[in-house]
């Protein structure tokens, strides 16, 4: 997940954002595109979860559910818009911030079956030179440590170069360049391929190799990934307009750590809008389990890079951490990967239990990038619906 360095700053983005957005409409419930169980077995139970979330301090939350056993369920709680009192329904995009990594690294392996890339060559064989003066010792490093964040390229999004732009700037667009600038000629966090970190530049370099082959990685992505599952409610761009007019919440951040959070859609929008390859992907709840579902019963890529994927790297300690564009998640001894995402407005998690053969999306228009007591309790919420699916 992303992680600024929040200052002072803050309470100066807040006062230029209080009248900053225009009040959108509500959304209305659109056509999922798969028949919804209205007697999903744990549907009660969900809702009461989300429900008593909501009504605790969560502005709203939305989720979908697949099981092999029982099928399709959404369901949706709180507000989309707090101020206008606007609920959360299904029908509402969302935010899915780093969960757009795992669509990256599809991207990416898709690319590998085309012939197109190598995943053992060295990033400067694909990387404009433009961009690899940023990244010192850029020709040790490989697509595939990009892919499974081996590389020890650092990390852009907390260089407080770039903290300050974005706080300052909270209207302006950033372009990858501008995030590779702020780290250029920054020393390695470790020698490439020889440990583990999570780092956002991993997966903005991974688009920047991409629109080098392809022209346009966003097209790639709704030609490759988009068209072939059905995903018609998901949406990503290769410029800043493609956010324009689609039926988003309001995004809210407890800046403050004060238990009531304020409205920060404009800065929410303007990151994601700017952010390529880590972030900016934006769909509903039933694509996001569409897209994971069809990704594991190998609609998108061949058995042999579905399991390059599932080859998790481990941390110091021996523990399975990353494979590429997917986290390795122990939920009490029963193995599940996906990827979890959050940003200044907004939190998700995208899970698959193969175990129970269950995906899961859930999502808050509360912003869990900085630690707080509302972001521990959005994540304490995830956890409770995850144990009630197990049951």
């Known amino acids: 997940?992303?992680?600024?360095?929040?200052?002072?700053?803050?309470?100066?983005?807040?006062?230029?954002?209080?009248?900053?957005?225009?009040?959108?409409?509500?959304?209305?419930?659109?056509?999922?595109?798969?028949?919804?169980?209205?007697?999903?077995?744990?549907?009660?139970?969900?809702?009461?979860?989300?429900?008593?979330?909501?009504?605790?301090?969560?502005?709203?939350?939305?989720?979908?559910?697949?099981?092999?056993?029982?099928?399709?369920?959404?369901?949706?709680?709180?507000?989309?818009?707090?101020?206008?009192?606007?609920?959360?329904?299904?029908?509402?995009?969302?935010?899915?911030q780093s969960v757009s990594k795992t669509y990256m690294a599809v991207a990416i392996l898709c690319l590998k079956e085309q012939g197109k890339i190598e995943l053992d060559a060295p990033l400067t064989k694909y990387l404009p030179a433009r961009y690899g003066g940023y990244i010192k010792d850029a020709g040790k490093i490989t697509i595939r440590m990009l892919l499974n964040q081996t590389s020890g390229v650092p990390e852009y999004n907390s260089h407080p170069r770039f903290v300050a732009r974005v706080l300052m700037h909270p209207d302006s667009y950033f372009s990858a360049e501008d995030c590779l600038k702020s780290i250029a000629g920054e020393e390695p966090q470790f020698a490439p391929g020889s440990r583990y970190r999570y780092t956002n530049t991993n997966y903005l370099l991974l688009a920047l190799v991409a629109d080098a082959l392809t022209g346009d990685h966003a097209a790639f992505i709704q030609k490759n990934i988009f068209r072939p599952l059905g995903l018609n409610h998901s949406y990503y761009g290769n410029d800043h307009a493609y956010l324009d007019g689609l039926d988003l919440p309001e995004s809210y951040w407890d800046v403050l750590n004060t238990g009531r959070p304020a409205n920060f859609s404009q800065l929410q929008q303007v990151t994601v809008a700017s952010s390529k390859g880590d972030d900016g992907i934006v769909c509903n709840p039933i694509d996001a389990v569409k897209f994971l579902k069809g990704l594991v019963e190998g609609r998108l890529l061949q058995t042999g890079s579905l399991q390059e994927m599932l080859d998790f790297v481990k941390d110091e300690k021996g523990g399975k951490r990353y494979g590429m564009g997917l986290s390795y998640i122990?939920?009490?001894?029963?193995?599940?990967?996906?990827?979890?995402?959050?940003?200044?407005?907004?939190?998700?998690?995208?899970?698959h239990i193969p175990s129970h053969k269950t995906y899961l999306f859930v999502a808050t228009n509360l912003g869990v990038l900085v630690e707080g007591a509302l972001a521990k309790m959005a994540d304490e919420m995830k956890t409770e619906i995850l144990i009630t699916l197990l049951r």
């Not at 954002?17 to 798969?34: F, M, T, W, Y």
């Open 330 to 351: 122990d939920l009490e001894g029963l193995p599940a990967y996906g990827h979890g995402g959050g940003g200044i407005g907004a939190g998700c998690a995208l899970i």
């Open 1 to 96: 997940m992303k992680r600024f360095v929040i200052a002072a700053a803050a309470l100066f983005v807040l006062a230029l954002l209080s009248n900053a957005r225009a009040v959108k409409k509500a959304a209305g419930e659109c056509d999922l595109g798969v028949a919804v169980n209205a007697n999903f077995s744990k549907a009660e139970a969900l809702d009461a979860i989300m429900k008593r979330y909501c009504a605790e301090a969560l502005p709203g939350v939305a989720m979908a559910v697949y099981t092999e056993a029982e099928g399709w369920w959404a369901g949706a709680r709180g507000y989309a818009d707090v101020e206008n009192k606007v609920p959360m329904r299904n029908g509402h995009l969302q935010y899915i």
